[in-house]
Every structure is written in structure tokens, then in C-alpha cells.
């Protein structure tokens, strides 16, 4: 609710007082309200003493006087007389004598003298008076409530009954009030058709007359009924009535705003003094809970600082529990800034050497190629370590990594102002300035023999040798990290041109990146089929026929073009998607052999098929079920080195080849590490010569007795012999007269698609150089 801690503490406090305050001043009113409603209860209770007690007087003398009147000798006679003018005139002298409303005799026939009989309810008055001797209370004359006082005229017997009736009015009650010390009001109710009315009929009797009936109806209460009405104490005292089924009460009623009128000067005082002191209490609340909120305010603010990495302390102004939590902030702050600190230098240094690692090299070569000059460039050195494992291996891990630290110090030391970090283990950074990277190259190749100069390690000299590759950027040519990818790819650069140092080649490099979604497209393209393929010919030396065809893929890119084998095949190789891609070979292969034999031309289909699915048992099974499937005439050619990875697989997987009358060609040979174990081992059909042992051969030397001693030892193994690159009749007949089998190259036939190379066997012919005895027998 309150987002400031001084604002909660404020409202807090000042809720607390007003509590307090509003408790005190709810008891001060209840006491006083009830010490004022016992006054008035007590006072009320005294009043209705005091009536009893008036009332009483005024019956036992107005008793008295209707019964002196009653006993007159002459007053009976002239009522028995019905002598009506004595009557009259003794019942008025009596009535001025006593100071009485009304006086009058009613006779046992109910003649009525001294009154006018229409203003009474005769009939009840008279059944009342027949009840009982001496009848008294309250009755009606009029509609107005009178205190009737009755006694028998006796001549001897009943003749009659005087009766003497005081009103009950206004007046009456104005005295009653008078004789009570607190200003109530009195009122006579009397109970007419089941409904209590009051003489003067007023709004506020008649909402009065509603209580009464209630309190007159508690038979189980006392017979003085004091009771709270609203905010008013009534008291309802019941009085006798004349006749008996209907009641009477006499109701005083005090309003306790008049019984709490004399106290409230004081409860304006307390109210007055609650909110004086309820604004002190708010003011000092204020001060102190801002003193309070003030350090803890500080507090929040350091530590939104501190969070945001800013160097923060609180000043301690108190010794207090506040100013302990300063002191206590301010010791972990500088712990953490000091953790932050060794935190950072081990994020950005590398644990072995302490030289800065890639993530540091990174943010000092954004720094400086956000701070180069129009003519400047950085340059950014990888230096690798030739042979480190080989040294690592001789020297033990950890001199291995000295000797990598005492290198990097070697190179700040040579040339100040250099940054040295450590890329990976084996392969240092330096990141410096320069005009352009010729600059830097000839700088740092007068830098090598400095730098190979042997370092004394563990107290021995070892023999540095290192290679460089360097990279150069201008100020939004390229981001950090490419910047040194640059550079690593220009030190393999150097160690593949096996040059000591060489600047990143972009060309050389190329575009793996559109490299890499070729291999997607090529994906496409084989579900597609819009890879095609190409058959070049293999020329039978002997007989002069073309017997077989190599099938090569081809590929003609919707937007790159013509795209070299070379090229797709190697990243086949690389990314894993050669098995799709030999597939679809294999699988045209077949259908363009049919399509020859339909041509009327039988010859040999050679696929070539990788290193890495020769020891892949899933796709020979395969190939060999589509191979018998269909009848082909297939031969699988591969390298000599193929069988070198996992040699008992492949082996195994050549000799299944071979039982399913599939032949395989070892192809490229002498381009590699050929080993005659391997070759003894493979059983293969045919041993395919390296162009760049062919193409040479007509000039005779080194290479023409390398080919024939390969030719020779081919067919002691029972292989038959194909030379490639073959491009002169000259090669031809110099490997016709060593013993050679088949040729293949462009002086027979390009790679043709299989509509051309249908039309080019049809129209083969061919005169060779030397004839052989196959020729002449044919």
C-alpha cells in the first residue's frame, strides 16, 4: 500500500494513537453516559415516588369529602327526594369548597345531577360504581383522563353515588414536573378499544403511546417499568383505572441529551486534546521515521549502485543497529568488489599462464578498432607451437605449459606495447597496430628468429619453432571474433602452404558458410534427381573395345552452375550425407547400364564409393541386394587407404562384396600412403594407376618403370590394370607394350552423358599404336 517506509511508519504510529484515543474517548462517553442514565433513572424513580405519594393525598381527601357529603341527613333526604336543586347546590358548594373539577351524583336509576349526562360514558361509570363500594381511578370525562373518587348515598338503602373527579390535564402535569430536580416530561395514558392514548394527542405521544402498550403489557416487570426508548428513559408507572379492563399509566420521559448536555464542555475538551495530540503525535512520528527511513534510503540507494557494478560506500553517522548494518554494508561491499575483481582477471585470463585468454583478446580488439585512425589497421597475430604434442609428450604437461607462458612473456618483452593472450593450448595471440598487413608481415618475419630462439625450461633448453598467421581489419570491416578466426585460419593457411608465415587468403578460404547450404540443396537435388551422371570410358588395350564406363555425378547448379564433383562430394564426405549421395550413384548407375544393354552394349559400370561407407556393413548389404535385385554388372572402386580405419570391418565387408560377384577396383594408386599389406589383403578385381604417374609416361623415366613395375606386380596378384589420365596415343602405346589393360582419359572420351556415350558406341573405332595378338586373332 505505502511504497515509503516513512510514510508506513507515520501512518502506523498516528493509527496507533488515533486507536488509543478513539478507546479512551469511547470510555470517557460510555461512563459519563451511563453515570447520567443512572442519575436519571434514579431522578425518574424519585418523581414517580412523589406522584404515588400526591396521588394518594388527593384520593384520601377527596374520599374523605364525598364520604361527608354522603352521610348528610339532609343531602341523602333530598336525594331520596330526588329533590334536584339540593343536590345540585350542595354538590357545587362542596366541589368550590375542595377546589374540584367536577362533582355530581349519579342515581341507581342513572339520573345524573351536577353534570351534564352526555359528557360521560354513563354506562361504564355506572357498572364501575354497581362493582364496588367506594369505586376510585382513572376515568375518561370528555375524552380528558380525571381522578374520579366515588361513595354510596345510603337512605338507608343505595339511592345513588356522589362522585368528585380531579382532571388529569396539562396543568396537573406542568406541577408534577415541577416538583422534579431535572426538567422530564409527564404524561397520563389511558387505554381506550386496545390503544393507549395520551391527553394532548401530540405526534410524539402518539409515537410514546406505541412503548407504553409494550411496557404495560410485561406482566412479568415490576409495576414501575423504566425502560430507554430511543434517546429517551421513560418511566411507565401504572395507576388505577375505574374500570378494571381498561388501564391507566402515568409515563415521565427525559431525553438524555439533556442528561449529557452539562458534560459536553468535556467531551470537546478530550476530543480537542485527541487532536492536538494526534498531530503531535503525527509531526514526531514524521521526524522519526524519517530519521529511521533516511539511512535505510541510503542503504537501498548503495545497494541499487553496488548491483549495478559502481563502486558505492555508506556513510556510518550512528552507532546504533542502523549504523552496524552500514559498517556491515560497507565490508561486503569491498568483499564483493574484491571477489568482482578476482572474478573478472579469471574470467579474462587464462588459468595456466595468467596470459589474458579469448574472451579478454576479444574486448581489447573492439576497443582498438573502435579507436583506429582513417590509415590504421589492426592486425591480430596467431602464433602455433609445431609439434606441441610431440614436445608436450617429451617435456610433461606442466613444463609444456611454461614453456608457452615464458613465450608470451618473450614476445611482450620483444615488442612493448603488444597485447599477448593464449588462444588454446597450443596457439598464442598478439594484437597490434600497423598501415596495412604487409607492414605487419614484414615486421613479424624480422621478428621469427628472436621469437625460435630455445627458452630454458625446468633449467634445460628446448628448441622453440613456431608458425604465424596474421590477420588485418579496418575500423567496421569485421567483429572480433571474426577478426581472429581470420587469423587461425591464415596460421593453418601457413602450416598447409608449410610456410613459417602467412597472412588469411579469403579466396583461398572461400565461402563455407554457402558451402554448407549447398549440402541442403545437394539433399534436395538427389530426392529431385537434378544430379545426372557422366560416364567416361575405359579403353581394353588389347581387343581395342570399350568395356567399361566410370560413372561420374554431375551437377549443374540452378544458380551456381556448373559445380565441381570435387567440390559436393568432399563435403558429402565431410557433413555426412556421402551414403545418400552413393545411393542415388549406384542407383542411376543401374538404370543407365540397363539403358546400354538396350542399346546392345555390354560393358563394365564403375561407381566409386567412399572411404568411410566401406566399413559401413548397412550399405553394402544394400548395394548388394539392389546389385542381384537388378543383374547388374557393377564395380565398386576405392582408395587403398580406405580400409585403413577400421580395417577388420572393411575387409570383411570387401570380401561379402566379392562373394556377391561385385568387383572392386582399388583406385588412385601411388597417390598415397600405399602399403603393400593393405593391397595384399584387398581382394579386388583391378588396380587403377594414378594420373600423375600416367600422364608423364611417354617421356619415359622414373615414372615409366614406377607404372611398370606396377603393372607387373597388379598381375601377380591376379589384378587387371587401368591407367588414368591418359590423353596421348603416345601413353597408349607405351603402356600397351608394358602389359597394361584398360586406358582411360581424355585422348579415348570425355565423361559422356548416357545418351552421348550411347552415340559414341555405336560409332567406336579406333587404330592403336601397337597391335596385339587379340587384335590380329579377332
Not at 368528585?164 to 387505554?191: C, H, N, P, W, Y
Request: hydrophobic share 50%; proline share 3%; glycine share 6%.
Amino acid at each position: 500500500m505505502f511504497k515509503r517506509l516513512q510514510t508506513k511508519l507515520t501512518v502506523l504510529y498516528a493509527g496507533l494513537f488515533a486507536l488509543a484515543l478513539s478507546v479512551v474517548a469511547v470510555t470517557v462517553y460510555v461512563a459519563i453516559a451511563s453515570n447520567a442514565q443512572r442519575a436519571v433513572r434514579q431522578e425518574l424513580a424519585a418523581t414517580g415516588t412523589v406522584f404515588d405519594r400526591i396521588w394518594a393525598l388527593r384520593t384520601q381527601r377527596l374520599q374523605d369529602g364525598a364520604e361527608l357529603l354522603s352521610r348528610d341527613f339532609g343531602f341523602r333526604a333530598a336525594v331520596a327526594t330526588h329533590d334536584r336543586a339540593t343536590v345540585e347546590s350542595a354538590v357545587t358548594n362542596l366541589r368550590q369548597r375542595l377546589g374540584l373539577d367536577l362533582a355530581f351524583t349519579i342515581g341507581v336509576d342513572g339520573e345524573v345531577v351536577g353534570l351534564d349526562p352526555g359528557r360521560l360514558d354513563l354506562e361504564t361509570l355506572w357498572t364501575a360504581l354497581d362493582a364496588e363500594d367506594g369505586a376510585q381511578g382513572v376515568f375518561a370525562i370528555d375524552g380528558q383522563p380525571h381522578q374520579l373518587i366515588s361513595a354510596p348515598i345510603l337512605s338507608p338503602t343505595l339511592t345513588g353515588w356522589v362522585v368528585f373527579a380531579a382532571k388529569l390535564d396539562e396543568r396537573e402535569m406542568k406541577a408534577l414536573e415541577k416538583l422534579s430536580a431535572i426538567g422530564l416530561d409527564a404524561q397520563v395514558f389511558t387505554q381506550r378499544n386496545q390503544a393507549w392514548v395520551s391527553a394532548d394527542q401530540t405526534p410524539a405521544a402518539s409515537a410514546l403511546a406505541a412503548f407504553v402498550a409494550k411496557a404495560m403489557q410485561d406482566k412479568s416487570r415490576a409495576p414501575v417499568r423504566l425502560r430507554a426508548d430511543g434517546d429517551s428513559l421513560v418511566l411507565v408507572q401504572p395507576i388505577r383505572a375505574l374500570d378494571q379492563t381498561r388501564g391507566a399509566a402515568l409515563v415521565l420521559r427525559y431525553p438524555m441529551a439533556q442528561a449529557l448536555a452539562p458534560y459536553r464542555p468535556l467531551m470537546a475538551a478530550v476530543i480537542v486534546a485527541g487532536l492536538i495530540g494526534a498531530a503531535l503525535v503525527v509531526a514526531a512520528s514524521w521526524a522519526l521515521s524519517r530519521g529511521l527511513a533516511k539511512p535505510i534510503t541510503a542503504l537501498d540507494e548503495a545497494a541499487r549502485r553496488l548491483q549495478r557494478g559502481e563502486e558505492v560506500s555508506v556513510e556510518v553517522t550512528t552507532r546504533d543497529e542502523i549504523g552496524r548494518l552500514a559498517e556491515s554494508f560497507n565490508l561486503m561491499a569491498e568483499e564483493i568488489r574484491d571477489r568482482e575483481a578476482e572474478m573478472i582477471h579469471q574470467a579474462l585470463h587464462d588459468a595456466e599462464t595468467g596470459l589474458p585468454n579469448r574472451r579478454a583478446l576479444e574486448r581489447a580488439i573492439h576497443d582498438r578498432l573502435t579507436g583506429l585512425s582513417v590509415n590504421e589497421q589492426v592486425v591480430i597475430g596467431t602464433i602455433g607451437f609445431d609439434r606441441f604434442p610431440q614436445v608436450r609428450a617429451a617435456i610433461g604437461y606442466e613444463l609444456a605449459t611454461e614453456l608457452v607462458a615464458k613465450l608470451g612473456q618473450r614476445i611482450a618483452d620483444t615488442v612493448p606495447g603488444l597485447i599477448v593472450g593464449r588462444l588454446t593450448t597450443s596457439i598464442l595471440c598478439v594484437i597490434s597496430t600497423a598501415s596495412d598487413i604487409e607492414d605487419a608481415l614484414a615486421r613479424a618475419e624480422a621478428l621469427l628468429p628472436d621469437l625460435e630462439a630455445p627458452l630454458r625450461i625446468g633449467g634445460e633448453p628446448v628448441d622453440v619453432h613456431i608458425t604465424l598467421g596474421l590477420a588485418s581489419a579496418a575500423k567496421g570491416d569485421v567483429d572480433a571474433a571474426r577478426l581472429i578466426e581470420h587469423a587461425l585460419i591464415g596460421l593453418d593457411q601457413a602450416r598447409a602452404a608449410h610456410r613459417k608465415l602467412m597472412a588469411f587468403d579469403p579466396i583461398a578460404y572461400g565461402d563455407p558458410a554457402s558451402n554448407l547450404s549447398l549440402m541442403s540443396e545437394m539433399l534436395d537435388a538427389v530426392r529431385d534427381g537434378d544430379l545426372f551422371l557422366a560416364h567416361q570410358p575405359k579403353l581394353d588395350l588389347r581387343s581395342g573395345q570399350i568395356t567399361g564406363v566410370e560413372a561420374l555425378v554431375r551437377w549443374n547448379h540452378p544458380t551456381r552452375g556448373f559445380l565441381r564433383p570435387d567440390l559436393f562430394v568432399g563435403m558429402a564426405e565431410e557433413t555426412g550425407h556421402i551414403r545418400a549421395l552413393t545411393d542415388y550413384v549406384l542407383t542411376q548407375a543401374i538404370e543407365d547400364q540397363a539403358r546400354l544393354r538396350a542399346a546392345g552394349h555390354e560393358v563394365l559400370m564403375s561407381v566409386n564409393v567412399s572411404g568411410r561407407l566401406i566399413d559401413d556393413q548397412g550399405f553394402a548389404e544394400h548395394a548388394i541386394a539392389q546389385v542381384m535385385a537388378t543383374g547388374a554388372n557393377i564395380c565398386f572402386e576405392i582408395t587403398e587407404t580406405a580400409v585403413i580405419g577400421n580395417p577388420d570391418i572393411a575387409l570383411a565387408v570387401l570380401a561379402r562384396l566379392a562373394e556377391a560377384n561385385i568387383r572392386v577396383s582399388i583406385d588412385d594408386y601411388g597417390s598415397g600412403l600405399s602399403s603393400l599389406a593393405y593391397l595384399k589383403q584387398i581382394r579386388a578385381d583391378e588396380l587403377k594407376i594414378d594420373k600423375m604417374f600416367v600422364t608423364a609416361l611417354a617421356s619415359g623415366g622414373t615414372d615409366a618403370l614406377l607404372v611398370k613395375s606396377t603393372v607387373d606386380l597388379a598381375h601377380s596378384l591376379g589384378m587387371k590394370v587401368t591407367a588414368e589420365g591418359v590423353e596421348t596415343r603416345e601413353v597408349i602405346a607405351a603402356l600397351q607394350l608394358m602389359g597394361c589393360d584398360l586406358a582411360q582419359g581424355y585422348h579415348v572420351a570425355k565423361p559422356l552423358a548416357v545418351d552421348k556415350l550411347i552415340e559414341f558406341l555405336d560409332a567406336w573405332a579406333i587404330d592403336l599404336p601397337v597391335e596385339t595378338e587379340s587384335r590380329l586373332s579377332a
